[in-house]
């Protein structure tokens, strides 16, 4: 009695699940014993119960990992650049005073970095958007700040340093991570406030032909957390909003931005720590985070 009150509803799964069990214990190898036994109470269970009874019990002994093997939690993942994706080779501080020493500049790299952090949060008034085209005229208010300097020459010199992609580094695991979600038909975009020397540096660090599609906040004119450029990417993926999930290291921007739009995002850091576990996640479902426990 009470196995039966566990059991309610739908079709025709005892039978076929009873068909399928000795194909998947070859297939599964280290779990044919269980497999097995799993038979036999099937078998039991199917000379006294209702068929419509036995098909949620089949699916409750079913171990979630099994059951979301050929289910993947989203059909897509979109990824920020700066700060997830890709990580800076350099301090921004031993950058900016590498170049601003030869015109004179002689703060300590405290100094640079709390007058960048200082610059980069003031609101920023030239336009709707910090980055407008080559994001130029935002980048030399950066530098300026940051140095006390208003040489041009300096400034020119550290834009076209994270012109190149020496400047920066893929996030470790990424590539493996991201070929696997590709492998499994899982699309790929990147999403980004970023200027137009993105694509550029996508391309120059291998990376570029791994993403179905590469949305600049330059380029299509809306800067996260505006929904608008999440929108802007499921258009180009041809997706809905629940069927994808966003990964950035901002709050505001990327996870903020992303729900606002109706996209499910994890905050880089503290929802994920790798990409591979991006990867689990989407291709296990729920099964990779009780991996994880």
Not at 87 to 113: F, H, I, M, N, W
Not at 150 to 164: H, K, S, T
Not at 191 to 218: C, E, H, K, M, Q
Not at 243 to 259: I, K, L, Q, S, Y
Request: glycine fraction near 6%; charge should be negative; charged fraction near 20%.
């Amino acid at each position: 009695m009470v196995l039966l009150s566990l059991v309610q509803s739908v079709g025709n799964l005892p039978n076929l699940f009873m068909h399928k069990l000795p194909a998947t214990a070859r297939l599964l190898g280290g779990v044919n014993g269980q497999l097995q036994q799993q038979q036999q109470h099937f078998r039991a269970l199917h000379s006294t119960a209702q068929p419509s009874q036995l098909q949620q019990v089949a699916a409750a002994a079913m171990p979630r990992s099994w059951l979301s093997l050929s289910m993947p939690a989203y059909k897509a993942v979109l990824v920020d650049a700066a700060g997830t994706l890709l990580v800076p080779t350099e301090r921004t501080a031993d950058v900016y005073l590498r170049y601003a020493s030869k015109y004179g500049v002689q703060l300590t790299e405290y100094e640079v970095l709390r007058r960048f952090r200082s610059a980069y949060n003031t609101p920023w008034g030239q336009s709707q958007l910090r980055y407008v085209g080559d994001g130029r005229p935002f980048w030399r208010f950066i530098v300026e700040q940051s140095t006390g300097c208003c040489n041009e020459q300096l400034f020119e010199e550290v834009y076209e340093y994270y012109a190149q992609a020496d400047a920066w580094a893929l996030a470790p695991g990424a590539v493996q991570a991201l070929r696997k979600l590709r492998a499994s038909g899982i699309q790929l975009a990147v999403v980004s406030n970023f200027d137009t020397r993105l694509r550029p540096i996508l391309a120059a660090l291998g990376v570029d032909s791994l993403f179905d599609a590469v949305v600049v906040s330059a380029e299509v004119q809306a800067e996260k957390p505006n929904p608008v450029i999440f929108e802007t990417a499921l258009q180009q993926l041809g997706l809905r909003p629940g069927e994808v999930v966003h990964v950035g290291d901002d709050r505001r921007n990327d996870v903020w931005g992303a729900r606002d739009a109706g996209v499910a995002a994890w905050l880089w850091g503290v929802d994920v720590h790798s990409f591979d576990q991006v990867a689990r996640r989407v291709l296990l479902g729920p099964a990779a985070e009780d991996d994880e426990e």
